[in-house]
């Protein structure tokens, strides 16, 4: 068992990012609702109190009662965190003024305390929050102010508690990082969270978990189920089947590239083309949402079939990461849509179910993956949504529109490639729209299909921003698109961002 930094969410937006700051300093840690910590856990060496959407002082705000905590491990509050410390303790917090949004520097510093060392004064943080501390309680001693907040940071005497008002999760707060290393090191930390450590200690888990079962999985192309099939094998060789199923929406040339891939690596995976049952099943149907479940289904069936060939599977293998458990667990009801490929089939089977990567976040999948010596452009590869291509061909999928897609597309990849662009973007595509319009070729007049394009910048798909491409490529892009994708006479770039836009028009 890996020793363990709790994290209490109060429900703060960037919950997530301190925990996948603590994970980068090779140190593991659990977010779990403020009122749930998981009391008797031997592993548990300190604890980190989140932000939050709410005030204090509101009357719906989580609360909870740290005494016990308090008393026996290192506690770090931040934001609202630091604000409950001081409001449960007999302080006071205020509505504040606008001046404690965005950046401050920290004044004042007591280069003593062991929660700032070698962090410099002056150092910029970030500050973000409608409310601060007015009247510290008696035992609370400051240790570092901003221009506007004098309790900018603070400990309590006699414990091994600290509040910090700024976010030191935030890449703003320049020092943040060694904020939260200090922490580690008061909780005794040993930092031994590795992606090698993580291999060894899950390979060795699921072996006894799984014995000689079999497992079936179903792989996509993308990551979270690349990773988890490689880690699988690792553990249990033959046993794993895994099944790749080509929708005929996959990208060109896709299910032939990656299912070679997954040959090279060593994997037991079956190949299923079921294209034309695909296609049938989506002739003439236009709507978003019945598209999806018309995917879905078929998909479910496919892979039903497919497992029922075989004999005595036990288990469904499933590439679910650390991201879906929190959401599931979330506290403020804040749930943003959710996407899940096979997510009817555990029902539908009657299989348990293996997660092993269910404790990881994305970038960590894609280190243990390079520890596991997979090809790094399997690793790095964009998000593609289950559906495929069916959600970004607007209106009726017919065979001809997939192809023009798909050559739209692997012109703007391979460009992208090409320009040393691809790793700097979370994921890009091209769709094709319902739109026809007028163009000339020649002297020919021409009335053809019109292909957007899609770049976003991102960090967990939640939010996203439309990349800012240069203009000399996106010129060459709709040059060779246009030029060489028969069907097509207008190029255009998607400059929404998320919210309010989606990042799939579909
Ligand atoms: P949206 O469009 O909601 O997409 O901004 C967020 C992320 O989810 C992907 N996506 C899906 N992934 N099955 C998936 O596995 C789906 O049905 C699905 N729909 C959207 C999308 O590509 C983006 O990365």
Redesign the pocket.
């Known amino acids: 068992m890996h020793e363990k930094l709790i994290i209490l969410d109060f429900g703060s937006q960037t919950t997530q990012l301190i925990g996948r700051r603590v994970r980068e300093l090779n140190t593991y840690c659990e977010i779990v609702p403020y009122n749930k910590f998981p009391f008797g856990d031997p592993t548990v060496k300190g604890v980190i109190l989140s932000g939050s959407p709410y005030s204090v002082n509101d009357a719906n705000s989580f609360k909870t009662d740290l005494t016990n905590i308090r008393k026996q491990y290192p506690v770090l509050g931040i934001c609202y965190g630091a604000q409950f410390l001081a409001y449960s303790s007999g302080g006071k917090v205020e509505n504040a003024d606008s001046r404690e949004y965005g950046r401050a520097h920290l004044t004042y510093i007591n280069g003593d305390d062991p929660l700032l060392k070698d962090i410099p004064a002056g150092s910029q943080v970030w500050m973000s929050h409608g409310d601060t501390i007015t009247v510290l309680p008696e035992s609370f001693r400051i240790i570092a102010s901003t221009e506007d907040v004098e309790a900018g940071a603070y400990r309590i005497e006699g414990e091994d508690t600290w509040g910090v008002q700024f976010h030191p999760e935030v890449y703003h707060t320049k020092d943040g990082t060694q904020l939260l290393d200090n922490f580690l090191t008061i909780c005794g930390c040993s930092r031994d969270w590795t992606p090698a450590s993580f291999i060894e200690s899950t390979v060795a888990g699921l072996k006894e978990q799984l014995k000689d079962d079999k497992v079936i999985l179903a792989l996509?192309g993308g990551v979270d189920s690349s990773v988890t099939a490689v880690l699988l094998n690792k553990a249990i060789g033959k046993n794993l089947t895994c099944i790749f199923v080509d929708h005929g929406l996959l990208r060109k040339n896709e299910f032939e590239n990656v299912l070679k891939d997954y040959e090279h690596l060593g994997l037991n995976v079956i190949g299923v083309n079921a294209k034309d049952r695909f296609y049938g099943e989506l002739a003439g149907v236009t709507d978003p949402e019945t598209k999806?479940k018309i995917i879905?289904k078929g998909f479910i069936d496919v892979f039903d079939e497919e497992a029922h060939k075989l004999k005595d599977i036990k288990w469904l293998g499933q590439g679910t990461i650390y991201p879906d458990v929190i959401e599931s667990l979330s506290i403020t009801g804040t749930v943003i849509?959710s996407?899940?490929?096979v997510g009817g089939l555990p029902e539908k089977m009657n299989l348990k179910l293996v997660e092993p990567l269910r404790l990881l976040f994305k970038d960590e999948v894609r280190r243990v993956g390079t520890e596991l010596g997979m090809m790094p452009h399997l690793i790095k590869r964009h998000?593609?949504?289950?559906?495929g291509l069916g959600?970004r061909i607007l209106g009726d999928i017919t065979p001809e529109k997939v192809r023009i897609l798909q050559e739209a597309d692997d012109i703007y990849m391979s460009l992208m490639r090409e320009w040393g662009l691809y790793d700097q973007i979370w994921?890009a595509g091209a769709i094709l729209l319902p739109i026809r319009s007028v163009g000339v070729m020649g002297d020919e007049r021409t009335y053809e299909n019109t292909i957007a394009l899609r770049a976003v910048t991102s960090t967990d798909?939640m939010t996203?921003d439309w990349a800012h491409l240069p203009y000399d490529f996106l010129a060459k892009v709709s040059n060779d698109i246009i030029n060489k994708v028969k069907g097509v006479n207008r190029v255009v770039y998607d400059i929404s961002s998320?919210p309010p836009a989606?990042?799939?028009w579909e």
């Open positions: 996509s999806r879905g849509k996407h899940h490929n998000p593609f949504p289950g559906p959600i994921q798909a996203a998320k989606t990042i799939e």
